[in-house]
Structures are given as structure tokens and as C-alpha cells.
């Protein structure tokens, strides 16, 4: 198993630019996030997603976009790119148990390595 | 809104000794977890706790949970300098909220 992997791993825009951050898991997990960590802030999180074809915001969405099409991807799309987004991102995945309505995780969360991202 | 607590945000200590960290949040919740991040490197996951009471050790480190008091501690028992680090707690929601927030984490250095 690969695990979680996310592409790039350094990106630099200049204000405007948009992008897209690349995550991918081989474990079969259906819940993944992505996270963005800022000095001294800890780690906040940005969209989350409990399968393909569902996703919600989390702490901070304001900016990103998401889709999750397939068990395995979870893309992070910065749509117009400004400086209050250079960040550390995470993409993290965990397996999800279903209780009734109400998924329940039964396992830590697994992070990928990050991406670098400053914006100009 | 949850708030996750930690302190002390910065701990430099000598080789062999003893300490400890705390979590504190502030509303209901039965899932803990600790993670480890080394400079420039992702989180690893080092503990689960996932009920009242429950306490996890690995080598040098115990994590503990009290729900009741919204509390979480983890002890680091003869510090080694392999232990220099930036530790986060993060708590889970209660209700399947399915978001976890994290405390702003400890930065531990060991010296030998």
C-alpha cells in the first residue's frame, strides 16, 4: 500500500492563479480531508468528505472547492489563488464504520506527506 | 464550537526526566487522538483514545482520557532526545460530526 499521497509536493502561484492539489488513497477508505496547517494554528480543516459523491466544509472553506468522484481521490481546487492561502496542505483518510445514519470511525487518520504551497 | 487546548505550547527539558502535556476541550466528546509531526514531515498517529478512562502506552509515552473532565494528558516518562517534536492532540465531535479539531500543538525539545 502506498497509503496517502498527494501531488505537488512544492507549488508557487501568483495571486489569481488557480490549481488543483492532488490526494489519492489505496487503503479503500471512504472518509478523507484535507487540512491546512499554518504556524503556531495547529492543523484546520478546509472540506471533508464521508464517500464518493458527498462532501461538507469544514472549519475553513472559504476559497476551496472539492469533489469526490471516486473511493480513491479527493482533489482540493484553490479557484483563484491569494496569498492568505500559502499553507502547508494535509489530505488525511480514515475508515468509517456505518452506525444508522451516522458514520462512526473506528481507526486513526492517515496523513499524507503535504504539500508546500506559497502564494505571490 | 469545540476549542482544543494545549499546554504548555513549548517544552524544553533535560534527557531523563519527566512531563507531561495536557488537552483540554471544551465540549462533549469521546475520541481523542495524539499525533507526532517532526519538523518539515507529516502527522503520525501515536494514540487513540476512544473512551472514559481509557490510557495507552508505547515506549516512553502514555496518553490518557477523562471525558468527564474534558481532559487528556500525555506523560513522557525519562525523556530521550529522539522525542523532540511537535506533538497535537485533536478531539472528535460527538455525533458523527466526522470533523476533528486540533489543538495548536507542543513543540518538545530534549536536551541532552
Known amino acids: 500500500n502506498a497509503g496517502v499521497t498527494q501531488t505537488p509536493k512544492f507549488q508557487v502561484l501568483k495571486t489569481g492563479q488557480s490549481m488543483t492539489l492532488q490526494c489519492a488513497q489505496d487503503?479503500?477508505?471512504?472518509?478523507m480531508s484535507w487540512y491546512r496547517q499554518d504556524p503556531g494554528m495547529g492543523l484546520r480543516l478546509i472540506h471533508y468528505?464521508?464517500?464518493?459523491?458527498?462532501?461538507d466544509q469544514g472549519e475553513v472553506p472559504n476559497g476551496y472547492n472539492v469533489s469526490r468522484s471516486t473511493t480513491e481521490d479527493f482533489p482540493l481546487r484553490l479557484l483563484s489563488a491569494a496569498p492568505s492561502q500559502t499553507s502547508v496542505y494535509f489530505c488525511?483518510?480514515?475508515?468509517?464504520?456505518?452506525?444508522?445514519?451516522?458514520?462512526?470511525?473506528?481507526?486513526?487518520?492517515?496523513f499524507g506527506p503535504g504539500t508546500r504551497l506559497t502564494v505571490l | 464550537e469545540l476549542k482544543v487546548e494545549q499546554n504548555p505550547l513549548f517544552l524544553s527539558m533535560q534527557e531523563g526526566k519527566n512531563y507531561t502535556i495536557y488537552c483540554n476541550y471544551s465540549?462533549?466528546?469521546?475520541?481523542l487522538y495524539w499525533y507526532r509531526q517532526d519538523p518539515g514531515k507529516s502527522l503520525e498517529s501515536l494514540f487513540v483514545?476512544?473512551?472514559?478512562?481509557a490510557v495507552k502506552q508505547e515506549g516512553r509515552l502514555m496518553a490518557s482520557l477523562d471525558t468527564k473532565a474534558r481532559l487528556s494528558t500525555l506523560h513522557i516518562t525519562a525523556a530521550v532526545h529522539d522525542l523532540s517534536a511537535t506533538y497535537f492532540c485533536?478531539?472528535?465531535?460527538?455525533?458523527?460530526?466526522?470533523?476533528?479539531?486540533f489543538g495548536k500543538g507542543t513543540k518538545l525539545t530534549v536536551n541532552p
Open positions: 488525511a483518510s480514515r475508515e468509517d464504520r456505518l452506525a444508522g445514519d451516522l458514520p462512526l470511525p473506528t481507526d486513526t487518520q492517515y
Open positions: 487503503m479503500n477508505h471512504e472518509y
Open positions: 468528505s464521508v464517500g464518493a459523491g458527498i462532501t
Open positions: 465540549t462533549t466528546s469521546d475520541r
Open positions: 483514545l476512544l473512551s472514559n478512562g
Open positions: 485533536a478531539v472528535d465531535l460527538r455525533g458523527g460530526s466526522e470533523k476533528l479539531v
